[in-house]
């Protein structure tokens, strides 16, 4: 299952508490196909009925069903760079 890193927990907590509504919602992270690195991140007020969700000290981040699959053994981290933007990367669990 994916993990997150204390920085991707805090992001994502950063990111999802901005939305209005938001209390059930988190990350949502959706691929087209499992084999595949390309990914979509949106917030999402609650999963979808077949998201798997990965809760992190408070981190909510909902994996569609290809996503879950090609993800399940990664790591989400994420960066936040000198303008603000936040940058999300994967790495293999130890």
Do not use: C, Y
């Not at 907590?13 to 059930?24: E, F, N, V, Y």
């Not at 999402?44 to 969700?53: G, H, K, L």
């Amino acid at each position: 299952m994916l993990t997150l890193t204390e920085d991707a927990q805090n992001i994502v907590k950063a990111i999802t508490g901005q939305s209005p509504g938001a209390d059930d919602g988190g990350l949502r992270i959706a691929s087209a196909n499992p084999d595949n690195s390309d990914f979509s991140l949106a917030v999402a007020p609650a999963p979808e009925p077949e998201d798997q969700v990965v809760e992190s000290s408070g981190a909510r981040v909902f994996l569609e069903e290809n996503a879950a699959m090609a993800l399940s053994d990664k790591v989400l981290d994420a960066q936040v760079d000198e303008q603000g933007s936040v940058r999300f990367g994967l790495g293999n669990q130890e």
